[in-house]
């Protein structure tokens, strides 16, 4: 059978660490949508924060989805017709995104340091968003720049956002509707230090190499506006969404980097049957009755997006040693 032409998912992993249980059951159930509806996959790294990303992480990534069965038709091991799929060597394609942007009088210099900007907006902390932006440098004199440039800072670039409210179906959470200016405003395209921002480049990514669908956790649902806003002023046809429920700890807390525990690697080494792992997530998913073993080829006839649990679902470690061994 041929995968259709009319679906095609991503995974979008960062080789920041790696991965966990609850970056595995994200990128099964993107899969299973991909897959179910007889769709492509692509698997993209998303290394573009030089600061955070290790090439160690990225081949034991590789191994890790391949040896809990998942697979994918185009990526940076096995080629495809986008090139490079890694965000680290997609920087050309992103400057042509900015400098269409700027073309249309959509970009302007940021000079607010991080500092600055917590205090501005009252906001503790950054979030993968950015903090809420009052606009300060929206319509800087061509000498305030100039001066702020010769004060020795360096400018990031923000997108003057749209007014208008951006609304989209999502597949798992239904009707969604959010505006710009109240989520934030004005966000960067590229950062003060060069790097593009994640934003920009999922965007950009998901146009070039021709993905429809999006499957990711819920915890990303405030980006998704701002990649609406990217694709559509680039004039490109946005993908649909879906944002599943998170795999949380036993404590409530969204699993990360820190649940070494839990990591594949982690598990493998103590000796953990990648059929149950995979058979675990199917039964957080609700696409089998019972804890039992499966492969994800297996869940695939079972996958509905009706199935799938509206609220978060908990891992806890004493689940994951009995059941894993
Ligand atoms: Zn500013």
């Known amino acids: 059978m041929s995968p259709s032409a009319s679906v095609c998912g991503r995974l979008a992993p960062s080789p920041t660490g790696y991965i966990h249980l609850g970056n595995v059951w994200a990128f099964l159930l993107a899969w299973l949508a991909a897959r179910s509806a007889g769709g492509r996959v692509i698997l993209r790294l998303e290394d573009i924060d030089p600061q955070r990303s290790r090439p160690v992480y990225t081949d034991a990534m590789l191994e890790d989805l391949r040896w809990l069965g998942l697979d994918w038709d185009e990526g940076p091991d096995v080629g495809g017709p986008a090139g490079s799929y890694r965000q680290s060597q997609r920087g050309a394609l992103y400057a042509a995104a900015v400098q269409r942007l700027e073309a249309a009088g959509l970009v302007y210099p940021c000079f607010c340091t991080r500092r600055e900007l917590r205090q501005l907006a009252g906001a503790p902390h950054l979030d993968d968003a950015g903090a809420p932006y009052p606009g ?8 305030e720049c100039a001066a702020h440039r010769a004060s020795g800072r360096k400018a990031s670039l923000r997108l003057r956002c749209p007014s208008e409210p951006l609304c989209f179906i999502d597949l798992a ?11 934030g405003g004005d966000f960067a395209l590229r950062r003060s230090d060069g790097v593009w921002a994640y934003q920009l480049a999922v965007a950009v990514d998901d ?3 021709g993905v429809t669908q999006v499957v990711r956790g819920r915890d990303i649902l405030p980006s998704t506006p701002r990649q609406l806003a990217i694709l559509a002023l680039l004039g490109y046809a946005a993908p649909q969404y879906g944002h599943v429920p998170l795999l949380l700890d036993g404590d409530g807390e969204r699993l990360a980097k820190r649940h070494q525990s839990l990591a ?9 049957d990648a059929r149950r792992i995979v058979g675990f997530l199917g039964w957080r998913a609700g696409l089998l009755p019972v804890k039992q073993t499966a492969s994800p080829a297996e869940l695939l006839p079972r996958f509905a997006w009706e199935r799938l649990p509206k609220d978060d679902q908990l891992c806890r470690r004493e689940d994951v040693a009995t059941f894993f061994a």
Do not use: F, K, N
């Open 136 to 143: 300060t440098c929206r319509d800087l004199s061509a000498e």
């Open 173 to 183: 959470l239904g009707p969604q509707e959010a505006s710009l200016v109240h989520c």
């Open 207 to 209: 146009a070039l190499m």
């Open 264 to 272: 594949i690697r982690e598990l493998r080494q103590q000796g953990a």
